[in-house]
């Protein structure tokens, strides 16, 4: 039967070869890199079993000299490397998917700080990679430097063939690539790469011309292209050069893939940024050239990718987040079950395996990352092995995963809350300043829990011990959440903070009693939750200041690419910031805070406090219960989420998995329950 979304699954032709549909899973980091190439192999793999037509690497070194470490993306450095991207293209391959690899050569963003090589740059530059502020400059690319790279480059793309690579890629984008730095302002060459536009595409244009000749005939060759950097006049405009530049290559690759850089533009979060919000710069693409254009914008709505290629914006629809957060959204679009279809929430976490040299992990999805390591398949769970019924208390992200899977399962599921409506924390924290996206962790969960009739769901249900043993179910699962704390007790201060000042919590800012007036934030937390506040409170009228003790604000959304904008944000709300700092008493009209390297002391004026420090587990249900596991009652209680131990949401929704995945299962705590990669060193 035709539908209005079978244009997405029309092939299309790039260059020698063809994609089966539409889905184009851009290139993306994941944290396995190198260091973990079966982790990466399946996770790319999923995406192809999931309907992607085409599966990119990350950006992939060409070079020793071109180094990314301390981060860990790929790498093809020599013929030594063929053998982990074979793993990847075998497993692309076997569903029918094209595979893409993103080689690179990164210019002052390669700190080399393990082959400890003089990084090529325009001219000596401070190196920018390895977190921005690595000691030492790259060195200034010669001719023969230039000559050089080119070599290599070819040389990678002649392997990346022989991996089993579809689509081969030269790489302007993200400010990262000696092709990008020689297309912008920092190229103040005087020879024939430098001065004029034509001079400054010329290395672009010579990397594309030697790719095409060396694996063109049975290979596709994109570009991928940054349009815009959104720095105004001082970089790449997509109203400015970048159209000339467009213009220049129009029909020289066989792909345009295109997006804004730097990575926190193009990977912005929901909280800042929503689906499509690239559109505006790179829709002129099309206008210039006849070959295929892929692009991003976090695009989970089909109706929206469909608009996109009607509109003319692009051909194929690029997606790196979406693809993650659920790596069947094509499928699931053909098959007609758009409701199933679990969108990305933009928060970024996915980003943090990359920025935190960790195997990517996803708050939608917990199954993205354990793909090798567990064998977890993100539409596939065991079978129920028992009869057995199953209370879990508790629907926040944990509660409501654990219930989703274990109903998925087969299992019958009691699940309560005491509240009259689902979701726990994100039904709370999705209603803060421009979160609202983030329900969607709670909204897919209750729709699949809705299609499960072995599921029975019972809000405004506060549960005792007594109830829980009433209930008669043999088995507990606990996700009774966390309460923040309201004596100050976080990294910092390990003893409660004295003093008689008016205290609040982000319990209490979520749940309406709001401030007024002067209020001082006291974030020992780090990650959203102090900013989040300082936001909602400036807007509704307070004269806020941020104090941590941290040397920056909101100091874990660096990760999360957040935090340029988070201070853009409060200090366009006249929010004061005060790092550096930690609360040490506090009055109804006064709060002290101390220098943390000088322990001076400033008195601030205030009519309130709000601390966001440590949170304290709900567990007194559990410890309540314990008897009754001992003496046989239960046949198993388990406590998980944040009543286990607060962390982040992702985090919840993963111990809510993980429970469903090993109930009935005997875990022993001695063993390491997931495979993990080594380096096997052979004896001579
Ligand atoms: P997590 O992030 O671990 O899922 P949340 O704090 O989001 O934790 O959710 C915990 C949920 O548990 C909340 O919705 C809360 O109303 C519910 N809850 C806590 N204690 C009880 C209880 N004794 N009976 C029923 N529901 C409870
Ligand atoms: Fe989307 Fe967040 Fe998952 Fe990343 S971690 S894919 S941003 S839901």
């Not at 002129?284 to 996109?308: C, E, H, I, N, W």
Request: charged share 25%.
């Amino acid at each position: 039967m035709s539908s209005r979304y079978d244009i997405l699954f029309h092939p299309i032709k790039i260059g020698p070869v063809t994609a089966p549909n539409r889905f184009y899973q851009v290139p993306h980091c994941n944290g396995f890199g190198w260091r973990m190439p079966q982790g990466m192999a399946a996770m790319r793999g999923m995406k192809a079993e999931g309907g992607w037509g085409v599966v990119c690497t990350e950006e992939t070194e060409i070079h020793y000299t071109s180094d990314l470490s301390p981060y860990f993306e790929g790498r093809i450095w020599d013929d030594a490397d063929i053998p982990v991207w074979q793993l990847m293209t075998d497993a692309v391959h076997k569903h029918g998917a094209l595979a893409g690899i993103e080689l690179t050569y990164n210019s002052h963003d390669a700190a080399n700080l393990y082959s400890r090589a003089a990084a090529f740059a325009p001219h000596s530059m401070g190196i920018t990679g390895g977190g921005g502020y690595e000691p030492g400059q790259a060195r200034v690319a010669t001719k023969d430097d230039l000559k050089q790279v080119r070599k290599w480059h070819r040389n990678a793309a002649i392997r990346a063939k022989k991996a089993g690579f579809d689509i081969i890629y030269c790489y302007a984008a993200h400010n990262m690539t000696l092709a990008f730095h020689l297309l912008s302002k920092d190229n103040d060459r005087s020879d024939e790469y430098g001065g004029s536009l034509e001079n400054r595409v010329r290395f672009f244009r010579e990397l594309i011309e030697d790719t095409k000749e060396a694996v063109g005939d049975t290979c596709a060759v994109a570009v991928r292209f940054a349009v815009d950097e959104l720095l105004g006049a001082d970089g790449m405009q997509h109203d400015g050069e970048a159209r000339d530049i467009v213009g220049m290559l129009a029909e020289l690759p066989d792909l345009w893939d295109v997006n804004i850089s730097a990575w926190k533009n193009d990977s912005i979060t929901s909280r800042f940024g929503k689906e499509g919000h690239q559109e505006k710069y790179i829709s002129f693409v099309k206008q210039l050239t006849t070959k295929p254009v892929v692009g991003v914008g976090r695009y989970t709505s089909p109706d929206s990718m469909v608009s996109a290629i009607e509109r003319g914006v692009m051909d194929l629809i690029g997606a790196a987040r979406p693809s993650i957060a659920d790596p069947f959204l094509p499928n699931k679009i053909r098959e007609g079950r758009h409701e199933d279809i679990r969108e990305c929430i933009g928060c970024n976490i996915c980003v943090t395996g990359d920025t935190r040299f960790v195997p990517i992990r996803c708050t939608q999805n917990p199954t993205m990352g354990e793909e090798f390591r567990r064998d977890w398949h993100p539409e596939i769970i065991a079978p129920k092995k028992s009869n057995d019924d199953i209370l879990i208390v508790g629907a926040g992200p944990a509660g409501l995963e654990a219930a989703r899977a274990l109903g998925q399962r087969g299992y019958k599921v009691i699940l309560t809350d005491a509240q009259r409506e689902a979701g726990g924390r994100v039904l709370l924290e999705s209603a803060l300043p421009n979160l609202i996206e983030w329900r969607r962790v709670i909204d897919w969960r209750l729709t699949q829990i809705q299609k499960i009739e072995n599921i029975y769901f019972y809000p405004s249900s506060p549960m005792t011990a007594k109830d829980v043993l009433d209930a008669d179910a043999p088995h507990v699962i606990l996700a009774t959440g966390a309460t923040w704390r309201r004596d100050g007790v976080g990294r910092y201060h390990s003893c409660p903070i004295q003093g008689t000042g008016n205290i609040f919590t982000p319990d209490d800012l979520m749940n309406g009693k709001l401030p007024t007036g002067k209020v001082i934030i006291y974030d020992d937390d780090h990650y959203y939750m102090g900013g989040v506040l300082a936001e909602l409170l400036a807007t509704n009228g307070c004269e806020v200041t941020l104090v941590t003790p941290a040397p920056t604000i909101s100091a874990w959304t660096e990760y999360t690419l957040e935090q340029d904008r988070i201070y853009k944000r409060l200090l366009a709300l006249n929010v004061t910031l005060l790092p550096h700092h930690a609360l040490a008493s506090h009055s109804p009209t006064t709060a002290s805070v101390t220098q943390t390297f000088t322990s001076a002391e400033t008195t601030l004026a205030c009519d309130a406090i709000v601390l966001v420090t440590d949170r304290i587990p709900n567990d007194s249900l559990y410890h309540e219960l314990k008897p009754a596991l001992a003496d046989g009652r239960l046949k198993s209680l388990r406590l998980i989420g944040d009543a286990e131990a607060p962390n982040i949401i992702a985090q919840a929704v993963f111990a809510g998995h993980l429970a469903a995945r090993e109930f009935d299962e005997t875990i022993n705590p001695d063993v390491t329950p997931f495979k993990v990669e080594r380096v096997i060193t052979v004896k001579k």
